[in-house]
């Protein structure tokens, strides 16, 4: 047996996880483990990891099945599976960060992922923490009439939205064909492994709610992501070199922070796992 420890980093948000080689096969029951932690705690940090590209593919898959990115273009050299975010993308003038404000990841797609994670290859010496909020606990939060208000009101997420708060990178032709439909998603939605309900935003992709005037929409959608960005939601993560974070996408929304010395480079592998048609 494997000894490993589990332990939370909040009270409500992430844990982290400690003594585990995942270059290593992992057996099933500490799969099933890591999994039900993944559930309760949607963050986990797992420290001291030591992965090439390949080695972070089949430790991904611990916690599901890979899903490509709509940006293929950005993949490391050699490995076309393995995705990264870093921070020397500039697009008419402007430095693109990926990830900026409060989002959830790919939800345009009708099938978003389930999860995204992030492995540390270069991390600026000071800065560029990951926040995460807690969305269950925003939506528990919420006054009653709220909660009667936006359940059952569908959401129109594009590949980027005209109200985006922020613009996205670069996207090559070849990769935007590609790009799906616009999913249709509840704004509340139930995870399906901890039955909890959860808001479902994403300012970059929103583009409208089904059946509302978008001043009323923008609106709304303004009046959540001020409630379920407050401090008392939040995991925020400080980077250590070693880290292999994954996040649930149906459980926390997510920022980067340009707050470094942009001459710095900060350069993560990043996969994505398959999710199912929100409810
Ligand atoms: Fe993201």
Same mark, same amino acid.
């Given at each position: 047996?494997? +000894?490993? %420890? $589990? +332990?939370?980093?909040?009270?409500?948000?992430?844990?982290?996880?400690?003594?585990?080689?995942?270059?290593?096969?992992?057996?099933?029951?500490?799969?099933?483990?890591?999994?039900?932690?993944?559930?309760?705690?949607?963050?986990?940090?797992?420290?001291?990891?030591?992965? %090439?590209?390949?080695?972070?593919?089949?430790?991904?898959?611990?916690?599901?099945?890979?899903?490509?990115?709509?940006?293929?273009?950005?993949?490391?050299?050699?490995?076309?599976?393995?995705?990264?975010?870093?921070?020397? *993308?500039?697009?008419?003038?402007? #430095? $693109?960060?990926?990830?900026?404000?409060?989002? %959830?990841?790919?939800?345009?797609?009708?099938?978003?992922?389930?999860?995204?994670?992030?492995?540390?290859?270069?991390?600026?010496?000071?800065?560029?923490? %990951?926040?995460?909020?807690?969305?269950?606990?925003?939506?528990?939060?919420?006054?009653?009439e709220t909660k009667?208000?936006?359940?059952?009101? /569908?959401?129109?997420?594009?590949?980027?939205?005209?109200? +985006?708060?922020?613009?996205?990178?670069?996207?090559?032709?070849? +990769?935007?064909?590609?790009?799906?439909?616009?999913?249709?998603?509840?704004?509340?939605?139930?995870?399906?492994?901890?039955?909890? /309900?959860?808001?479902?935003?994403?300012?970059?992709?929103? *583009?409208? $709610?089904?059946?509302?005037?978008?001043?009323?929409?923008?609106?709304?959608?303004?009046?959540?992501?001020?409630?379920?960005?407050?401090k008392k939601y939040?995991?925020?993560? /400080?980077? #250590?070199y070693g880290d292999?974070?994954?996040?649930?996408?149906?459980?926390?929304?997510?920022?980067?922070?340009?707050?470094?010395?942009?001459?710095?480079?900060?350069?993560?592998?990043?996969?994505?796992?398959?999710? *199912?048609?929100?409810?």
């Amino acid at each position: 047996m494997t +000894s490993f %420890t $589990i +332990s939370p980093l909040t009270d409500r948000t992430g844990a982290e996880v400690v003594g585990l080689d995942f270059t290593e096969p992992i057996d099933p029951q500490t799969r099933t483990t890591l999994n039900r932690a993944f559930a309760e705690h949607h963050v986990l940090v797992m420290r001291d990891q030591h992965f %090439t590209p390949e080695q972070f593919k089949q430790a991904a898959q611990v916690f599901g099945e890979l899903q490509q990115h709509d940006k293929k273009e950005h993949h490391v050299p050699g490995h076309p599976d393995v995705y990264y975010v870093s921070n020397d *993308e500039i697009v008419n003038g402007r #430095r $693109i960060i990926p990830g900026e404000t409060f989002h %959830t990841d790919h939800s345009n797609h009708p099938r978003p992922p389930k999860a995204t994670m992030l492995f540390a290859v270069e991390l600026p010496s000071a800065g560029g923490d %990951t926040q995460y909020v807690n969305v269950h606990d925003a939506y528990d939060d919420l006054p009653v009439e709220t909660k009667q208000r936006i359940d059952g009101l /569908k959401v129109v997420h594009v590949y980027l939205s005209k109200y +985006s708060p922020r613009p996205l990178g670069a996207i090559s032709e070849e +990769s935007r064909r590609d790009v799906p439909a616009p999913g249709i998603h509840p704004l509340v939605r139930t995870h399906p492994e901890n039955g909890r /309900k959860a808001l479902f935003l994403n300012p970059v992709r929103m *583009e409208s $709610i089904v059946g509302m005037e978008d001043e009323e929409a923008l609106a709304l959608i303004d009046e959540l992501m001020r409630h379920a960005t407050q401090k008392k939601y939040e995991y925020r993560h /400080k980077w #250590r070199y070693g880290d292999w974070v994954i996040w649930d996408n149906r459980s926390v929304m997510h920022q980067a922070n340009p707050d470094y010395d942009m001459s710095e480079r900060r350069y993560l592998y990043r996969l994505m796992l398959r999710g *199912e048609v929100p409810v």
